[in-house]
């Protein structure tokens, strides 16, 4: 009975942090957000509210890429999407994660890791604008021409439609 009251009060813990998260990334105060949500899985890893505090983290560093957080924005990401219930996320923010993370590949020059991710962010959200050029980007640093082309003409689709 002890042990089941210790775990609601840390789940309940869990919540409250994640809740105070939301709030502070809501108003744009990431570094406040980050700390609340870094104290999620630190309260309760089982907790359900654990994996979502990853994926606001991913998001967090994702408004902070110029703050250098590249790394943590791609570990958190990962972290969420492996640990998330199947299904928890629809196709257009699983797509957009994957584009994150392909972008932070870029960003840290490591164009198959970047592909990879985008092609899946591409394949999720076929007209995703953003995806495609990244994807695009990354094959022509990749020397990989014949497919960077065949992604512009792609892209130009999207663009005229």
Same mark, same amino acid.
């Given at each position: 009975?002890?042990? /089941? /009251?210790? #775990? %609601?009060?840390?789940?309940?813990?869990?919540?409250?942090?994640?809740?105070?998260?939301?709030?502070?990334?809501s108003s744009h105060?990431? %570094?406040?957000?980050?700390?609340?949500?870094?104290?999620?899985?630190?309260?309760? +890893?089982?907790?359900?509210? +654990?994996?979502k505090a990853h994926l606001q983290l991913g998001y967090a560093y994702w408004d902070l890429l110029s703050l250098g957080s590249i790394r943590q924005m791609i570990s958190h990401f990962k972290q969420g999407l492996s640990s998330i219930p199947e299904g928890s996320l629809s196709d257009e923010e699983m797509g957009f994660i994957y584009r994150c993370i392909g972008c932070g590949y870029v960003i840290n020059d490591e164009y198959q890791? #970047?592909?990879? #991710?985008?092609?899946f962010a591409v394949h999720l959200k076929p007209k995703d604008y953003d995806a495609r050029y990244w994807l695009v980007y990354a094959y022509l640093r990749m020397d990989d021409k014949v497919e960077a082309l065949r992604q512009y003409e792609e892209l130009r689709k999207l663009n005229q439609g």
């Open positions: 009975m002890e042990h /089941q /009251q210790l #775990a %609601n009060e840390r789940s309940d813990e869990a919540k409250k942090h994640f809740e105070e998260g939301i709030s502070w990334l105060r990431y %570094n406040e957000a980050i700390e609340c949500f870094n104290k999620v899985p630190q309260c309760c +890893a089982s907790s359900e509210y +654990a994996p890791n #970047a592909v990879d #991710a985008l092609k």
